[in-house]
Each structure stands twice: as C-alpha cells, then as structure tokens.
C-alpha cells in the first residue's frame, strides 16, 4: 500500500491543537453532540465548529446531522492509517 503523506499530514494538524486534541479524545468512548462537547470546554459554538470541520476535513472524525445538533465520530478507518503510519516509523527506533 503506497503512503500518502498528504493524509498523514492533515491528520497531525488537525490534532496539533490541544482543544482538538481533547475533543478526539472524547470521541474515543464513542458518537457525541456537539452540545455535549460544547460543554465540556469554554469556547463558543463558532469556536467548536472551527475546530470540528478542522478534524471532519482531516478524515479523523465524521459528522452527520440529528435534528437541529450535529453528532461526530472517529473515523476507526483513518484512525487505524495513521495508527499504523506511527507504529511503522517506531519499529526501527532502538532503545
């Protein structure tokens, strides 16, 4: 399978921000609303949204509509491409 480094790429950026960080880590334990990750930081919803199409446009988490409120995802997908793009370049690393 080639390496497309452009996705690895937009990946990491999307997660070089310790608020989207955070916000993938709370997808880890599944599908959230938006509304509950508003919550849980104090920002505004323009704010959130920002840095949800950052990590929706990375391919790391998808969004779909539920009524007036959106509900994001990992992409288990492109989480596993860039997982194993990271466990490639450890193998060699010596102790």
């Known amino acids: 399978m080639e390496k497309n480094y ?4 937009m ?14 880590e709370m997808l880890s334990d599944g599908e959230l609303c938006a ?3 508003l ?3 104090h920002i505004t919803q ?12 990375s391919g ?6 539920d009524g ?5 995802t990992i992409n288990d997908f492109n989480l596993k491409k ?9 193998v060699n690393i010596k102790s």
Request: aromatic share 14%; with cysteine; proline share 2%.
């Open 82 to 90: 860039l997982k194993n793009f990271i466990d490639a370049i450890g």
């Open 11 to 24: 990946f990491m950026k999307a997660l070089s921000d310790v608020t989207r960080v955070k916000i993938f």
């Open 35 to 37: 509304c509950k990750i």
């Open 39 to 41: 919550e849980e930081f």
């Open 46 to 57: 323009p704010t959130l949204s920002y840095h949800m199409k950052i990590l929706c446009e």
């Open 60 to 65: 790391l988490v998808d969004s779909r509509k």
């Open 68 to 72: 007036v409120w959106m509900k994001y």
């Open 6 to 9: 452009k996705d690895y790429a």
